[in-house]
DNA sequence: CTGAAAGCGCTTACAG
DNA sequence: CTGAAAGCGCTTACAG
């Protein structure tokens, strides 16, 4: 940057000036600055910049696993909308661990980033009020946070989990059981509220498994479940790693969906038309809700809203063949 | 910093050399600094650590598209490498293309990150000799680059392919037809070398049809070849994302698998177990591949090695149904 | 072993 | 509108 200056005749702070469009520089010395940055290639010094600024032009994502689909896409639309913005995006994976969250959410604060999305895996953790504290702004996805401040984008999981009872009933099934995620974690427990309420609505008996939203531990639940003499007539599972599980065991049970069993499925990933049979789920709009997250984190780095935002979002029915109705 | 050296009456270059471990420092020293980093909760502030290095803790992993679950796959190994090694990871995704690339890359210079690992869209781009040139190491990942200074973990694309054929092969086939990936890519294009060179060897006409590495393009290419009346009994795809695209069609068509059409793909998704019939696939070790990707940079790091180092891997023929044999 | 000092390369009040 | 100067918060030769 000394060159250029020396190079154009100028001071560094000119260069700084016209490079930043910070103030207004008369035109020959625009001139002057812009032919020298073009003859030297000058590029300015990000880390410099960083330091000066005491901020870098950084989005933080924090996810429990970008290998789940959902995280994946969502990851993705953040970054999208953060490379028009001109802004770079570090991956966070907690694998729902408070430890990892809080190790990386101070690193955030390290590394001074503008803004954080954040599907907590720990919705009090203090780290959260820190960044905030800080001015960074933060949004939470899918899990709401503690910390009042935060702008938040949510799925609407109760009603998605009664309108899948609601289906079902509307088939004529009476023993309707649940895979369920993780109960301390907010989308798990809010299924399970959605579907034990529904149930209940329609005077029947809730029959909950315990699927930890993993695949191995669904398939095991099923597995069991399956076995029962008695088993359930239709099942809905929590979402789409434990579908994986699901579909294994019935498979292994050598049960015929829909006929003998009745599914419905949360998320609804690119393969659930090409399982036999094509599956019904309850597909969560992820892209638009993220990039409805970045808008609102980009409203709260330009500064023009300072009031928390929360947003929620409609899953959509998409009715195939393995409900079995309709 | 200042504060926690007037606090521990030493200089600030003692608080540092403690804090970084350069240098000795007498017990009583360290003791004192360490005290008042307790008492004050001093923490470095990591952008002026990165301007005096002129460097980054963080390594830039870039990929086509992280919604690819093979790319998923690698960018989660990454980061658990580099967590581990106290690192960031910040993901670029290019959509295959160069000008993506360039600016990403660029990007990643300006950042003064430690090191890069690239699955590349421009194998001949000038970026990577930048990068290289300034001393910040590379892995190709998947797909080498011209500049033989980089390491390269590779996948044995033509081995893989050629087992597919002697496969469907070997089950009486003999109008086996490959789906291929872009032929621009290297993965594509070896894979369908590898497919033409095994027919040829076994005396059979390729018979290739265009899907681009994508959904869409795959499932109408392989729509038309279903159409044909004298159509393949057998079908190699290419990867994961257009195998949705060939089921799809399939499906569509009315054709069952293996009856009607033995099928092969390349990839081995959570999915390809579950759809009807379960998909013989060929899987690459990419959880592997990415970790073994992350030691080789960490070696160039940390200049534990300086010859460039090139490892190539072989798939995993995971024979299922849909092959129709074996 | 320890400290004083320079310097990484910018940006931004502060004068003029 | 322009420039001289301070300062962001570290690290690291250089002396002692």
């Known amino acids: 940057m000394a060159d250029v200056a020396r190079r154009a005749s100028v001071s560094p702070a000119t260069v700084s000036r016209v490079l930043n469009g910070g103030g207004s520089v008369g035109a020959a010395y625009r001139r002057r600055v812009l032919e020298a940055v073009e003859e030297l290639s ?14 870098t032009a950084t989005i933080g994502v924090v996810v429990s696993d970008i290998e789940n689909p959902h ?3 969502m990851v993705r639309a953040v970054e999208d909308r953060a490379y028009r913005q001109g802004y770079r995006v570090l991956v966070c994976n907690t694998d729902e661990s408070p430890e990892k969250q809080r190790a990386y959410l101070q690193t955030l604060v390290e590394e001074r980033v ?19 504290d800080r001015g960074i702004p933060l949004v939470a996805f899918d899990r709401e946070v503690a910390d009042a401040r935060a702008d938040a984008v949510i799925a609407e999981n109760v009603g998605a989990a009664r ?135 980009l409203e709260r780095i330009s500064g023009a809203r300072t009031e928390p935002r929360r947003t929620v979002h409609p899953f959509v029915l998409r009715k195939r063949t393995s409900c079995g109705t309709g």
């Open 42 to 55: 000058y590029r300015p010094n990000r880390l410099a910049q960083n330091l000066r600024r005491q901020r």
């Open 71 to 73: 995280f994946s896409e």
């Open 114 to 132: 503008v803004g954080v999305v954040l599907t907590t895996s720990d919705p009090v953790g203090r780290e959260i009020s820190e960044l905030l």
């Open 163 to 297: 309108s899948a009872v609601e289906l079902l009933v509307g088939g004529g099934h009476q023993r309707i059981a649940f895979v369920s995620g993780r109960k301390d974690v907010e989308t798990g427990a809010e299924r399970l509220d959605g579907y034990q309420l529904a149930m209940r609505a329609h005077g029947l008996e809730p029959e909950v498994v315990e699927g930890r939203f993993r695949t191995d531990s669904a398939r095991a639940a099923v597995a069991q479940l399956m076995a029962e003499t008695d088993r359930p007539t239709a099942l809905i599972v929590g979402n789409n790693l434990m579908t994986l599980g699901a579909l294994a065991a019935v498979q292994d049970a050598g049960i015929t969906v829909p006929h003998h069993l009745a599914l419905v499925a949360f998320d609804d990933p690119s393969w659930a038309a090409l399982v036999d049979p094509p599956l019904t789920t309850l597909a969560q709009p992820v892209r638009r809700m993220a990039t409805e997250a970045m808008e609102l984190l």
